[in-house]
């Protein structure tokens, strides 16, 4: 979602700010801008669409000045357009804001009865218009500030900056995460480390309802009752080499190609140090405790805990419950004794799944998050947070992050299967031997890329695409289906096999491609008789499978997709590769966006 910056420093702000946004371009935005004060005079620069606009822009229209913020915005209220492009400035304040107030009306309204106009069509806007309106009752900034916040409802970090002050920053958060860096003799404020990570290594972040008053050389920090409190300092390391594209023309490219040894990361990780089974950092998740596991997760994350849902029922006798976030936290559900509630979310911010999160605090037995970033909210609200180990993730179409995802948790399946008894030595110890070559298997499916090309320019002439899977690929199914939308934009959705009679074979034509998902395993004689039927009816398949599959079935496709032999129970990690390399090159043949697609943000931190 939208990313904030701010400094205080010793340099010229204007050129910071604009490299701290950049790092901060994988969230998502359709406008920017930044603020300064300069001989005490605050100004402001703003462009639509990328950073490169508001760079020109700058080029032309310098702003000094060695305090400023920085904003990019991903549209809630009101279009894309400078005018309400961030900072948004009323007289004395300019503000940066990430999130939604959801009492701007009522704020609003009150505003225009005092005589106060208001210019744009964001919820933001109300924010200053309200500091300036205390700030016209003789209200220092900090005091302004302070009863402009507690005016707001709703999801937000907002950063301050004041005309005629060179040495002040405002900073808050509730809901939207928000970092302090600390230089010597400067401050910085940042949505994550990374915006930050080239400026300095020791961080603070804000906790739920904290608001902070930043000078070069002080931070004091209120909580949501206006008590002084203190926050850890924290030395973070960003990897700075793994935020640019390492010779890739894209992130997701990059990313992609990354797979094999992040993936080998998360196992050594959570492996015990003989190889035989596998070690969860405090050990104290106890699976025969418990008779129920209830996962939450959004987008992607959602369909890696549908893909777990079949491991832990499979392979733990474990009954789970998988939801989507933002339908379990309003549908109230009750969480039943023996309960572990599981939370699976790269960014760790994600709002509906923080907002699930807290709903079953007290409520579960226990709360496990498994997450991208160790210090995020998610994170640092449960019992046990379990790192999927992916390293930074630019790309808004998750990749390496979905697939680790998928690791740690086949991981934490197994453990759970061992603790209830419910799998053999035997059988622990095999899979576990596949799970160590599973790094060497993901190289040899990444050297499907170019028949994987080859088949994509094919996809991209379609307007519509389905994909089919049964068991463990059905999961898998539903991912390459949003992973070919979101960065291709054509129309695709997926289906169970065995639903294909009931309705979606009504779209069955000659211009209608179908990829099936289908090693050969239990389920593949079933899945090929639903790929029949497609062909059948003039249907152009698309097979994506294993040698032995290949030679059974291949004969009548369009185009047939092979990857190597692994162990069913490890097929969804391996046939993601596929998936995201099809959506990968059908967009390259579009020309669509492939790291910024439109619309999109890689971290959904409001509703």
Known sequence: ???????????????????????????????????????????????????????????????????????????????PSVVNAHPHQAGPVAVVHNGI???????RAE????????????????????????????????????????????????????????????????????????????MFV?????????????????????????????????DATGNLVNRDMRRIEVDSAR???????????????????????????????????????GDDLDFTAIDRLTMVACGTAFYACLTAKY????????????????????????????????????????????????????????????VNVPESSIARESDLALPILAGTEIGVASTKAFTCQLTVLLMLALKAAEQRGTITPDRLADLLAHLRALPNTL???????????????KLAEASDVLFLGRGL????????????????????????????????????????PVVVMAPRDTLFEKTVSNMQEVLARGGKVLLITDAAGAAEAASDTWETIVLPQVDPVLAPILYAVPAQLLAYHTAIAKGTDVDQPRNLAKSVTVE
């Open 1 to 79: 979602m939208c990313g904030i910056v701010g400094v205080l420093g010793d340099h010229e702000a204007a050129p910071i700010l604009v490299e701290a946004l950049k790092r901060l371009e994988y969230r998502g935005y359709d406008s920017a801008g930044i603020a300064t004060v300069n001989g005490g005079h605050l100004d402001r620069r703003r462009a639509v669409g990328k950073l490169v606009n508001l760079s020109d822009l700058l080029v032309h229209d310098p702003l000094p000045g060695k305090s400023g913020i920085g904003h990019t915005r991903w549209a809630t209220h009101g279009a």
């Open 101 to 107: 107030i959801e009492n701007f009306r009522e704020l």
């Open 111 to 186: 505003l225009a009865a005092k005589g106060f106009h208001f210019v744009t069509e964001t919820d933001t806007e109300t924010v200053a218009l309200l500091v300036q309106s205390y700030m016209a009752e003789d209200n220092t900034p900090v005091e302004a500030a302070r009863l402009t916040l507690g005016r707001l409802h709703g999801a937000f970090a907002l950063a301050f900056l004041f005309d005629g002050e060179e040495d002040l920053l405002i900073a808050a958060r509730k809901g939207s995460p928000l970092a302090i860096g600390h230089g010597d003799g400067e």
């Open 190 to 222: 940042g949505s994550d480390a990374i915006a930050l990570a080239p400026l300095t290594d020791r961080i603070t972040y804000l906790e739920e309802g904290d608001w902070a008053v930043l000078t070069r050389t002080s931070l004091e920090i209120r």
């Open 243 to 281: 935020v640019d594209k390492g010779g890739h023309k894209h992130f997701m490219a990059k990313e992609i190609a990354e797979q094999p040894s992040v993936i080998g990361e998360a196992i050594r990780h959570y492996m015990s140090a003989d190889g035989n089974s596998v070690a969860l950092p």
């Open 311 to 370: 491991w832990f029922e499979q392979l733990a006798q474990l009954p789970v419950e998988v939801d989507i976030a933002s339908e379990f936290r309003y549908r109230e559900p009750p969480i039943t004794p023996r309960t572990v509630a599981l939370f699976v979310s790269q960014s760790g911010e994600t709002a509906d799944t923080l907002a699930a999160l807290r709903y079953c605090h007290e409520k579960a037995d226990q709360i496990v998050s498994v």
């Open 443 to 457: 190289n040899h499916a990444l050297d499907q890329n170019a028949a994987t090309e080859r088949a994509a320019r």
């Open 473 to 512: 690929m059905y999961p898998l199914a539903l991912e390459g289906a949003l992973k070919l939308k979101e960065i291709s934009y054509i129309h695709a959705e997926a289906y169970a096999s065995g639903e294909l009679k009931h309705g979606p074979i009504a779209l069955i034509d000659n211009a209608l």
